[in-house]
């Protein structure tokens, strides 16, 4: 067996920080600039510390593929923790996202497009445009349609065959309004305005309903499948894409509860997607260039590396118990072979496979690789489990150990 490496050894395989700032689209930057001035720098995103708040999604793509200059000033969301005084000092309600734009703040997610379509001109069509507005009348209904089957306690058989009937007949809508041209997207030239305003539900949708439901998404839709791969072709939307595990988890306390229709394939699913496995091709399809798993997997060494001290002293298990499994973790990352943890050392690593969060702590892929190490390293131990996620809130993902650390 490989014995595992010393943080010294290991550090030797970390990858340079990418630039944040000019660099491709990323969940850790603080200011985006795309090769301009800082004083061109008209708006101040405010938007939720753990990448994962689909409304901040919107907004966030939405500068990203204008191309216009930003900070970024990141809060918490009250399932994760407490909201920063400084924050609701600003905005009483704490909600998010918010923009501040030329000096002046601005709420809810579609009057901050509507202002920045104002200030710097749309994305495509228009969003008040006849066109888009019926695009976003079908995004309300599609939302609806997975809100009414995911969220539902004690549906019976005949009222789950009923809320998937619906679901399904409104995503083929969706697939229908996508077919419009031989273009993937709503307009021939996307990805537009109104494609964005589909994205951060419809991929916590192919999440949801593969994990509680048993339902492929992108298998069943082939028109929503070519919509997400082209999706998936572009660094900017990849650089904003978080994994099934990291969603399915993070949605019971923000939707108040989801629910399973237990049926044996949503069961084999769930499982799968809780061991760090994924789905593949149903989770994401990035293309060939960017799938360098070895490039992946220092990236998530490296995204450690940078985390190990608050890491280790704030896991469970203490650091000195974690550390050489972790090490271990982290040596079956990079070798490719199995590095055995010292005994007694599963449900710590196993605890830490279940809490990366895809993009705040490193890109889908990477978190991928990662969580697969995890889970391997932890089964040449043997079964034991980390404490369970919550549903009610996810306080184990508590930020502020972390935020002293610049990221």
Request: include cysteine; hydrophobic fraction near 40%.
């Amino acid at each position: 067996m490989t014995q595992a490496l010393s943080w010294e050894q290991l550090a030797e395989h970390a990858v340079p920080e990418l630039d944040r700032v000019n660099g491709p689209a990323n969940a850790q930057a603080n200011l985006r600039l795309f090769g301009q001035p800082e004083s061109a720098v008209r708006v101040t995103l405010y938007r939720d510390l753990h990448a994962w708040c689909p409304y901040c999604q919107k907004i966030w793509l939405w500068l990203e593929f204008k191309r216009i200059p930003y900070r970024i000033r990141k809060v918490t969301m009250r399932c994760y923790g407490a909201k920063e005084p400084w924050y609701l000092a600003q905005v009483p309600s704490g909600m998010l996202p918010a923009v501040e734009l030329d000096g002046e703040l601005i709420t809810e997610s579609d009057v901050i497009l509507l202002a920045l379509e104002r200030r710097f001109g749309p994305l495509g069509m228009p969003l008040e445009s006849a066109p888009a507005m019926e695009h976003r009348q079908l995004e309300r209904l599609l939302f609806r349609a997975w809100c009414l089957w995911l969220c539902s306690p004690g549906l019976n058989r005949r009222q789950q065959g009923q809320a998937r009937e619906q679901f399904r007949s409104i995503a083929q809508r969706f697939e229908r309004a996508l077919s419009q041209s031989d273009s993937p997207w709503l307009e021939p030239t996307g990805p537009s305005g109104v494609d964005l305003v589909f994205v951060p539900y419809v991929e916590r949708m192919n999440a949801s309903l593969a994990y509680y439901k048993g339902y492929r998404l992108r298998q069943e839709h082939p028109a929503i499948d070519r919509w997400f791969r082209a999706l998936e072709a572009l660094e900017t939307y990849r650089g904003t894409q978080s994994d099934f595990h990291t969603h399915v988890h993070d949605l019971p306390p923000q939707m108040g509860g989801c629910w399973s229709d237990d049926t044996p394939m949503a069961t084999s699913l769930a499982e799968q997607i809780d061991l760090g496995v994924g789905l593949l091709d149903d989770e994401a399809h990035w293309p060939e260039s960017a799938r360098d798993d070895a490039l992946m997997r220092r990236i998530a060494l490296s995204r450690v590396l940078k985390h190990r001290i608050k890491l280790l002293a704030n896991h469970p298990s203490g650091a000195s118990e974690i550390d050489q499994p972790i090490r271990a973790a982290l040596t079956t990352l990079i070798t490719q072979h199995i590095c055995l943890p010292s005994p007694g050392s599963a449900a710590g690593l196993r605890y830490l496979r279940d809490r990366i969060s895809s993009p705040r702590d490193m890109p889908l892929m990477a978190a991928r690789v990662f969580r697969q190490a995890l889970e391997a390293t932890a089964h040449a131990d043997g079964p034991a489990q980390g404490a369970p996620i919550p549903v009610n809130h996810r306080f184990d993902q508590d930020p502020r150990p972390f935020q002293s650390l610049p990221t």
